[in-house]
């Protein structure tokens, strides 16, 4: 049987997508939205991967695996407007 796929977009390559897991990127976009915060000052990439290694399953996810699934979520999301970047140094991201 094969395995469910889903698009995703890069913010940083419009027009561009890729075709993943769909069950993998629907357990990591749910614990993304739920980790992230709202308001500023969001979470730096450094915060958002360890709060992901927590919030994910390591059966589902193992290994390094969590950081290439929270790239790519946190990547597709800000594309579709649900997650922002916001400025200065070091960067940070939140919800919309």
Sequence with gaps: MAREMIVVENVNHPGQVSRVDARKYKLARAAMLRVLPKRAPGMTQHEMMHAMRDALSLEVFPGTTTTWWTKTVQLDLE?????????????????I
Aim: net charge positive; proline share 12%; glycine share 12%.
């Design 79 to 95: 594309a579709k407007g649900l997650v922002a970047r916001d400025p200065g140094k070091p960067l940070r991201w939140r919800r």
